[in-house]
């Protein structure tokens, strides 16, 4: 009688568990006790070959069928029985790649994807208030005319690789269980060139200037990515070209900085215009003017809103405002008439006409006359 462990007992999972649930169980258990995971543990790399097993049989439709209806006895005596065998690297494959990283590099043939390219480019507020076409040169590679992008000198083929059988990988077994690597006689092309393309020498491109229309909408920002598909370099021997992406960057601007949607501006004003209120003109991003009163007795850095002068929102239809900041500029350079002239006013000030700093110092006063206390 068999002193083995119930396969779904092993695989912890339910007699009636399906496919997909079998293979999660699998993958989960087989990374848990994973002899690397678990180096000079002989218990981890026994029940490693447990779980193996178990999923070789209960996998396929057809052991799994035996297994239910006659249990262990159903792989005894030659009837062919599950453990590692050919079938061992297939079901292991994927947990394989969980562990070392190796997914997406099988299978890929004489066929490579091109490198997506980047190209950063600066525009101008006004641009990007705008929109634009930009016209720009970029060196890529493109299909090799010659050979039409397979790398072979004209009249020949690529051949097979001997080394891997046109895999592209090899395999190589290390005790239990099977490594698999890129093939290093094709470097996984799974071809071999013998006779190169002289234009390109092998590669199926070549390199040449392109010039390229770019698109850029109304209301971009300062980082806005573009992706231009297929503009990229061309694929390896006749594969797919990879993507062109275009990064703005936006250039200082001489009186605004930008928030979002939002423009901000910082205009100096002089003491009397503040004192007596006045106006003045600020450009606006549309290439306009736009008028600011100023009440009188207006403070240092007072923000006065002009609604719908600012960025359009990207892909949107509206609009941000434009906020000005004016500053009081305090008089330099005084001729002896002008300082004369501010004696006089200072003289005749008063808490009216100075409330701020007038609240400010009684403060002052009281608080050293409590600390005196």
């Not at 990988?169 to 239990?176: E, L, N, Y």
């Not at 200037?209 to 909408?217: A, D, H």
């Not at 605004?256 to 501006?265: E, I, K, P, S, V």
């Not at 609604?307 to 005084?334: C, F, H, I, W």
Request: glycine residues 12%.
């Amino acid at each position: 009688m068999s002193t083995k462990r119930c396969y779904y007992e092993t695989l912890e999972v339910e007699r009636t568990a399906d496919d997909s649930v079998l293979k999660s169980s699998f993958r989960k258990l087989a990374m848990k006790f994973h002899p690397d995971r678990n180096p000079g543990d002989d218990t981890s790399e026994v029940k490693f070959k447990e779980i193996n097993e178990a999923y070789e049989v209960l996998k396929d439709k057809d052991k799994r069928a035996a297994y239910d209806r006659f249990g262990h006895a159903a792989f005894e005596q030659g009837g062919g029985g599950a453990g590692f065998g050919a079938g061992f690297a297939s079901s292991f494959s994927d947990i394989f790649e969980d562990l070392f990283g190796m997914a997406g590099q099988r299978g890929r043939g004489g066929r490579e994807r091109g490198a997506d390219l980047r190209y950063n480019m600066e525009i101008t507020l006004e641009e990007a208030f705008g929109g634009k076409t930009a016209q720009i040169e970029i060196p890529v590679s493109v299909t090799c005319e010659a050979c039409s992008g397979i790398g072979a000198k004209a009249g020949t083929k690529p051949k097979t690789c001997s080394s891997c059988g046109g895999a592209g990988r090899v395999r190589q077994s290390q005790g239990f269980f099977t490594l698999e690597r890129t093939c290093p006689g094709c470097q996984g092309r799974g071809q071999m060139i013998e006779d190169a393309c002289p234009s390109c020498s092998g590669q199926g491109r070549v390199t040449r200037e392109r010039t390229l229309s770019v698109n850029i909408p109304q209301g971009v920002e300062d980082g806005t990515r573009i992706r231009l598909a297929g503009e990229g370099e061309a694929g390896v021997r006749g594969g797919p070209p990879g993507d062109l992406y275009i990064f703005l960057s936006l250039a200082q601007h001489q009186f605004f900085r930008r928030d979002g949607a939002d423009l901000h501006c910082r205009v100096p004003i002089s003491m009397v215009t503040a004192a007596l209120g006045g106006e003045f003109e600020v450009p606006t991003i549309d290439k306009a003017k736009a008028k600011v009163k100023v009440p009188a007795g207006t403070q240092s850095n007072r923000r006065f809103r002009i609604a719908s002068k600012g960025m359009p929102v990207l892909r949107s239809r509206q609009t941000g405002d434009m906020y000005v900041q004016v500053v009081v500029e305090t008089p330099q350079n005084l001729t002896k008439k002008q300082q004369e002239l501010l004696a006089e006013f200072e003289k005749l000030s008063s808490g009216n006409t100075q409330p701020e700093s007038e609240g400010f110092f009684a403060k002052v006063k009281d608080f050293f006359g409590n600390r005196a206390n």
